[in-house]
């Protein structure tokens, strides 16, 4: 069973950087063959596609420009760097995995999921 723990959300102030962090474990868990993803969800609205990981990097266009996805295989790791966030990026912030390639930008193509963090952005 995979499993993955988010970490590195808070409350930060508009134009700021934030990255998050997302460790994945599991014994049977071969991370450098998964597609990794981040997804968001707001209040009252549905989860948002923020961007993927395999062998190339897709990002939604609200956050082209502003945030990047790497990973590090070694460390079973995968990172969304935030930069000049806006208050419309205040969400629960999700990562996901995926078994096969290619990525996805729909939530329910991932196989495994995080509890999420919060990120609050103030203006």
């Known amino acids: 069973q995979e499993q993955l723990v988010e970490s590195g959300g808070g409350l930060v102030q508009a134009g700021a950087s934030l990255r998050l962090s997302c460790a994945a474990s599991?014994?049977?868990?071969?991370?450098?063959?998964?597609?990794m993803a981040w997804f968001r969800q707001a209040p009252g609205k549905e989860r948002e596609f923020v961007g993927s990981?395999?062998?190339?990097?897709v990002l939604a266009d609200s956050v082209k420009g502003r945030y990047a996805i790497s990973r590090d295989n070694a460390k079973k790791t995968v990172y969304l760097q935030m930069n000049d966030v806006k208050p419309e990026d205040t969400a629960v912030y999700y990562c996901?995995?995926?078994?096969?390639?290619?990525?996805?930008?729909?939530?329910?193509?991932?196989?495994?999921w995080g509890q999420g963090t919060q990120v609050t952005v103030s203006s």
């Open positions: 996901a995995a995926k078994k096969l390639a290619p990525g996805s930008s729909r939530w329910s193509d991932y196989d495994s």
């Open positions: 599991g014994r049977t868990f071969t991370f450098s063959l998964y597609v």
């Open positions: 990981i395999n062998g190339r990097t």
